[in-house]
C-alpha cells in the first residue's frame, strides 16, 4: 500500500514562488499516475495537474497553466509541484494523490492513495 508525504507548503508573499514535494514509499512507484489538486475553504477539491511514470502531462484549471509545473523523479519516488507568480487565490491545502486508473484523471475519486496536505498561504 502506497503512502504519499507532502513537503513545501508555508506562508509566501504574492508574486513569490514555492516548490512542492512528494514522496511516495511502499508502492509500485510505476504503476501509478501521480496528480496534485488542493481546496481551499468552502471550495471543492480542485484538479491541478498529473503526470504519468513516462512523464506525460495533463493540466487542469486555466488559473495555473503557465505559472505551474509538475514534474515526477522516478529515482527519488518524488513528484513536485513548482509554483510561480503565487496571488492570494492560490491559498489551499495541497494534496498530491496517486491512481492506477487509464482515465477521467481530474477526477478525485480516482485516486487510490492521498497524501495528508500542505497548506500554502499566500499575503498580500
Known amino acids: 500500500q502506497a503512502q504519499l508525504v507532502e513537503s513545501g507548503g508555508g506562508l509566501v508573499q504574492a508574486g513569490g514562488s514555492l516548490r512542492l514535494s512528494c514522496k511516495t514509499s511502499g508502492g509500485t512507484f510505476s504503476r501509478y499516475t501521480l496528480a496534485w489538486f488542493r481546496q481551499a475553504p468552502g471550495k471543492a477539491r480542485e484538479f491541478i495537474a498529473h503526470?504519468?511514470?513516462?512523464?506525460?502531462?495533463?493540466y487542469g484549471a486555466d488559473s495555473v497553466k503557465g505559472r505551474f509545473t509538475i514534474s515526477r523523479d522516478n529515482a527519488k519516488n518524488t513528484v513536485f509541484l513548482q509554483m510561480n507568480s503565487l496571488n492570494t487565490e492560490d491559498t489551499a491545502v495541497y494534496y498530491c494523490?496517486?491512481?492506477?486508473?487509464?482515465?477521467?484523471?481530474?477526477?478525485?475519486?480516482?485516486?487510490?492513495?492521498w497524501g495528508q496536505g500542505t497548506q500554502v498561504t499566500i499575503s498580500t
Open positions: 503526470i504519468s511514470w513516462s512523464g506525460g502531462t495533463t
Open positions: 494523490a496517486a491512481s492506477t486508473a487509464s482515465s477521467n484523471l481530474g477526477i478525485p475519486n480516482k485516486y487510490d492513495y
